[in-house]
């Protein structure tokens, strides 16, 4: 057996030509150092603190289902204290069998909701718009405190109602205690975001930035799973609920605020050892380390940009500015065909819309199955979005709903044919959840926290939240009249359509913003071209942004 000479560079000399063996190939490949904001105790810091964050958020997703498992109870005559129709409309959206006659033909629908508007769904909209000034006023962390206090008084008003025996003082607590919900629902959809987009690098933004999603996910599953319990003691919900809700408060006191929204009002300090925590160094250490200090400039240069930029533009001229207007109309539009598609009405009525199909089962069995598909396809999407991407996933997401809604609208005009297929409209109505959740749902919540500029970043995010939450109560009202006038199958027809418009909406108008930080998608919407960082940075200094802060640092 002849020998094969080895070259010193680890090459074969075979024929007078270098070859590298198979086993050695890609050996010489330089290696991708972690930054320092992905190695594991950081990664492990930023995830505790989010989670400490969003674990609160349960308790928005059980406001949310609180209904569902307590309105046969609440409007049952034979209890000592019931809701008549009209309370319970203000209570909640309730739902009642009706029938209607236009022309020769005679409606019944199970999906009735009553003319009075719920309290709670008209408190959202608030909730949004106050976190727009929380956000930027009082800090991150401060909002995500007062969105979970506002939560305990909302669960202890609700679970104490009943110690007075004068039956309108009992309603008006039920109905304030469910006007505070309603608030804290609006309020708990973006801070956890934004904090998350602060703290993590591009890399990671995504899982962390998913959390609330989860969380609410999770919050609505939880009170489906106390309602298959506890079914006949809805003052035994609102306790275990306060009690929850009490010490997913407590959690929130060890976040440290974000770098960027100390470093925007002037707590150097404060912002180095809240930036030292999230990079996994020790807060206390004196240590020059060079990653660290750049990414600590970086962050120095863009909060003072954004600083001395907000000091001398008044409001009009902040959102006529191209980096505000543009997400902000992109994200408006966004939520619009989000709620258009009919995600939520699919959410509310689907044990209903399953049931009038003719499909039999425990209402609040379906409605664990349905909590549990949600969750599963929530905790997969973090990866999915860092792997396809946020535009991708978007896209099959509303090709996905697309197809269960034509087919629910099939099924609907053609019913002999699908009649072999009597569970149709029971897996239709799983699968649009699942497509959903896997982009419509969840990310224009998602984008929020990275498509808008630090200076302006809680007010335009709070609005869009409102605008959204807005569209999601007049769709939802407006189900049953549509239901009259259209009929159920063309309903569905239409919120395929809207469906399928989110294809090309997603992508012409979407930024992808994977793996951008959060300047680079500013700039982006500034400028119109997606750039690298260290492009960003000489743009900003040939404006003379930051030629002053250069020459400091």
């Known amino acids: 057996m002849s020998s094969v000479p080895f070259s010193d560079d680890k090459t074969i000399l075979k024929n007078d030509k270098q070859v590298t063996p198979i086993l050695c190939q890609g050996l010489n490949k330089p290696q991708r150092t972690k930054a320092l904001g992905e190695r594991s105790k950081a990664v492990w810091r930023q995830e505790f603190m989010v989670f400490l964050g969003n674990v609160g958020v349960l308790g928005a997703g059980m406001a949310v289902a609180l209904p569902s498992v307590t309105l046969d109870q609440l409007t049952d005559v034979n209890e000592s204290f019931h809701l008549t129709v009209d309370e319970a409309s203000w209570f909640c959206m309730s739902e009642e069998l009706f029938s209607k006659k236009i022309g020769d033909r005679e409606i019944k629908s199970p999906y009735f909701l009553s003319p009075s508007a719920s309290i709670n769904t008209m408190a959202c909209p608030l909730g949004g718009l106050l976190v727009g000034y929380l956000l930027d006023r009082v800090g991150r962390k401060n909002t995500i405190l007062v969105t979970h206090i506002t939560g305990v008084l909302g669960w202890a008003l609700l679970a104490s109602c009943?110690?007075?025996?004068?039956?309108?003082?009992?309603?008006?607590?039920?109905?304030?205690?469910?006007?505070?919900?309603?608030?804290?629902?609006?309020?708990?959809?973006?801070?956890?975001?934004?904090?998350?987009?602060?703290?993590?690098?591009?890399?990671?933004?995504?899982?962390?930035?998913?959390?609330?999603?989860?969380?609410?996910?999770?919050?609505?599953?939880?009170?489906?799973?106390?309602?298959?319990?506890?079914?006949?003691?809805?003052?035994?919900?609102?306790?275990?609920?306060?009690?929850?809700?009490?010490?997913?408060?407590?959690?929130?006191?060890?976040?440290?605020?974000?770098?960027?929204?100390?470093?925007?009002?002037?707590?150097?300090?404060?912002?180095?050892?809240?930036?030292?925590?999230?990079r996994g160094l020790n807060m206390n250490d004196i240590a020059y380390c060079e990653e660290f200090e750049n990414e600590f400039n970086q962050i120095k240069r863009n909060s003072e940009i954004s600083r001395n930029t907000a000091q001398t533009e008044s409001l009009l001229q902040a959102i006529c500015a191209p980096e505000v207007y543009k997400p902000l109309l992109i994200m408006i539009g966004f939520f619009g065909v989000q709620q258009c598609s009919g995600i939520v009405v699919v959410v509310v009525f689907a044990v209903q819309i399953a049931t009038a199909a003719g499909v039999s089962t425990d209402p609040f069995l379906c409605a664990v199955m349905v909590g549990v598909a949600r969750i599963i396809t929530t905790l997969f999407m973090s990866s999915l979005f860092e792997r396809w991407g946020r535009r991708p996933a978007g896209?099959?997401?509303?090709?996905?709903?697309?197809?269960?809604?034509?087919?629910?609208?099939?099924?609907?005009?053609?019913?002999?044919?699908?009649?072999?297929?009597?569970?149709?409209?029971?897996?239709?109505?799983?699968?649009?959840?699942?497509?959903?959740?896997?982009?419509?749902?969840?990310?224009?919540?998602?984008?929020?926290?990275?498509?808008?500029?630090?200076?302006?970043?809680?007010?335009?995010?709070?609005?869009?939240?409102?605008?959204?939450?807005?569209?999601?109560?007049?769709?939802?009202?407006?189900?049953?009249?549509?239901?009259?006038?259209?009929?159920?199958?063309?309903?569905?027809?239409?919120?395929?359509?809207?469906?399928?418009?989110?294809?090309?909406?997603?992508?012409?108008?979407?930024?992808?913003?994977?793996?951008?930080?959060?300047?680079?998608?500013?700039?982006?919407?500034?400028?119109?071209?997606?750039?690298?960082?260290?492009?960003?940075?000489?743009?900003?200094l040939e404006r003379g942004e930051c030629k002053e802060l250069f020459i400091k640092t």
Not at 201 to 220: E, H, K, N, V, Y
């Open 162 to 278: 009943t110690m007075y025996s004068d039956r309108t003082t009992i309603l008006i607590q039920m109905l304030l205690a469910r006007f505070l919900s309603g608030v804290m629902i609006g309020l708990c959809l973006s801070p956890v975001g934004v904090y998350s987009a602060e703290i993590g690098l591009p890399r990671i933004r995504g899982r962390l930035i998913l959390g609330t999603s989860i969380g609410i996910a999770a919050g609505i599953l939880f009170m489906y799973i106390l309602g298959y319990f506890i079914r006949n003691n809805w003052q035994l919900i609102a306790i275990i609920s306060t009690v929850f809700q009490i010490i997913t408060t407590l959690c929130v006191l060890p976040m440290p605020e974000t770098p960027s929204w100390l470093m925007q009002k002037g707590q150097l300090e404060k912002a180095r050892k809240s930036l030292k925590y999230f």
């Open 395 to 540: 896209m099959f997401s509303a090709s996905g709903m697309t197809v269960c809604m034509l087919l629910l609208a099939l099924s609907g005009w053609y019913p002999k044919a699908f009649a072999r297929v009597s569970v149709l409209p029971a897996i239709c109505i799983v699968m649009h959840i699942i497509f959903s959740t896997m982009g419509l749902l969840t990310l224009p919540f998602f984008m929020i926290s990275e498509v808008f500029p630090q200076r302006f970043r809680g007010t335009a995010s709070g609005l869009a939240v409102s605008l959204g939450l807005l569209a999601s109560f007049a769709v939802v009202k407006l189900y049953p009249s549509m239901v009259i006038v259209m009929g159920t199958a063309y309903v569905f027809a239409f919120y395929g359509f809207i469906s399928l418009v989110g294809v090309p909406y997603i992508y012409f108008l979407i930024p992808e913003t994977r793996g951008r930080t959060l300047l680079e998608i500013e700039e982006y919407f500034r400028t119109g071209r997606m750039v690298s960082l260290d492009q960003v940075l000489e743009q900003n």
